[in-house]
């Protein structure tokens, strides 16, 4: 059974820095493209970063420079590192990948304060 579990989530001032993790589990990690999405209250979800199996990273301009995505295989686990957060960073943040079809967690709210 996949599962994917975030953590690192809460509340933070603008300009703040928070982790967020993604804990992986009945799936072979270290082959998959992960990413984080966020979806704020009356918005799509949205793409957020991406880490291919090779580690190769994009980012939308929205928070290139800001965020950092990274993997740790042999934890099964992947982060985002998220500086100089806004308060339009607050959404409900998601881990997610494909191995045949879409996996989600259950996702983390993140509260940016002005």
């Known amino acids: 059974q996949v599962q994917l579990v975030e953590s690192g989530g809460g509340l933070v001032q603008s300009g703040g820095s928070l982790r967020l993790s993604c804990a992986g589990s009945?799936?072979?990690?270290?082959?998959?493209?992960m990413d984080w999405y966020r979806q704020a209250p009356g918005n799509q979800r949205e793409l957020v970063a991406r880490?291919?199996?090779?580690?190769?990273?994009n980012y939308p301009d929205s928070v290139k420079g800001r965020f950092t995505i990274s993997r740790d295989n042999a934890k099964n686990t992947v982060y985002l590192s998220m500086n100089g957060l806004k308060p339009e960073d607050t959404a409900v943040y998601y881990c997610?990948?494909?191995?045949?079809?879409?996996?989600w967690g259950q996702g983390t709210q993140v509260t940016v304060s002005i």
């Open positions: 880490i291919t199996r090779g580690g190769s990273t």
């Open positions: 009945g799936i072979i990690f270290r082959f998959l493209t």
């Open positions: 997610h990948t494909n191995f045949g079809t879409d996996y």
